[in-house]
């Protein structure tokens, strides 16, 4: 884990939280509980929130964050992960201060919500002596959203059941990712609901990609890449198709939308080529971002 010490004693700390995108997605069935069995290769990138925790001895829970839309109270998914952290390791009489800086974009489909809460969970289990094993800050995360399990410490990952199941993969090959995200937003529980209703005929080949992740084939994973819920976006606004064109046009070995949407991004094995890419989509688009595969991080 990337930390940094605030101060002479271990009563703050400064961590990262990292974006993820999704290599593919594949949604495979409805299950009764009303969640869907996924099977997704994720993977986190080096653009990244930052967020510094300290510790508090009140049982309270305090967050800012740079956005002033974004709520601070107990809808904010930091909060909620630090208080659940507290009751987990039976110690109700803490509490944190989380400053945020948000730098991912919100309802992008990148886990920005998610990465905060997972960082919060590295943060204080540091900050506590390190209470919790890897696993049990998956499963504690696993409770509180989807995605945290994976953000708990990213990398290169399998992800199935809701994505709380895990098997780490090789390191992705040394790229470039373009990433840009259109204005509209996408609802999940939209694309969830149109995705129950049509038979989706194209998947993504996850054990290729695997396959190719494994052996280093960045082409081979590229052309592989598939989004289910591409399948059931609305016609209008079509700015991810536009993305995704952009991005090809410029050389990107492949492009996807990531989760539900609605950022784009590109892979590139040309640096020159994926800053063409984002200086051409910057011309249309606030948020456009150049990042690298993120490794794993040391739990």
Not at 130 to 142: D, F, R, T
Not at 247 to 264: E, F, I
């Amino acid at each position: 884990m990337s930390t940094q010490l605030l101060g002479p004693e271990p009563s703050a700390i400064a961590v990262k939280a990292y974006a993820k995108l999704n290599i593919s997605l594949d949604v495979l069935s409805k299950r009764p509980d009303g969640y869907h069995d996924m099977r997704m290769v994720m993977q986190s990138v080096s653009l990244c929130d930052e967020l510094s925790v300290r510790l508090r001895h009140d049982g309270t829970v305090n967050v800012v964050t740079n956005l002033n839309f974004l709520p601070c109270d107990d809808r904010n998914i930091a909060v909620k992960a630090a208080k659940a952290f507290f009751v987990r390791i039976g110690r109700t009489e803490l509490g944190a201060d989380i400053d945020i800086q948000k730098r991912i974009p919100v309802c992008a489909g990148m886990g920005g919500g998610s990465t905060d809460g997972a960082a919060v969970l590295r943060a204080l289990n540091a900050l506590t002596g390190k209470l919790l094993s890897k696993s049990e800050l998956e499963a504690l995360g696993a409770s509180l959203g989807s995605d945290i399990p994976f953000c708990v410490s990213g990398g290169t990952a399998l992800a199935e059941g809701r994505g709380e199941i895990l098997t780490d993969l090789a390191p992705f090959p040394d790229c470039c990712f373009v990433i840009a995200k259109p204005k509209f937003s996408v609802s999940t529980p939209e694309l969830f609901t149109k995705l129950d209703s049509v038979t989706v005929k194209l998947h993504p080949d996850t054990q290729g990609i695997i396959s190719s992740i494994e052996s280093g084939n960045l082409k081979g994973a590229c052309q592989r890449m598939y989004n289910v819920f591409e399948t059931v976006l609305p016609t209008k606004p079509n700015d991810v198709q536009i993305i995704k064109h952009s991005l090809l046009d410029c050389g990107a070995l492949g492009a996807l939308m990531t989760g539900t949407g609605s950022a784009v991004y590109g892979i590139f094995d040309d640096k020159a080529k994926a800053e063409y890419a984002h200086y051409l989509l910057s011309q249309r688009f606030k948020d456009v971002f150049l990042a690298e595969p993120q490794a794993a991080l040391e739990i």
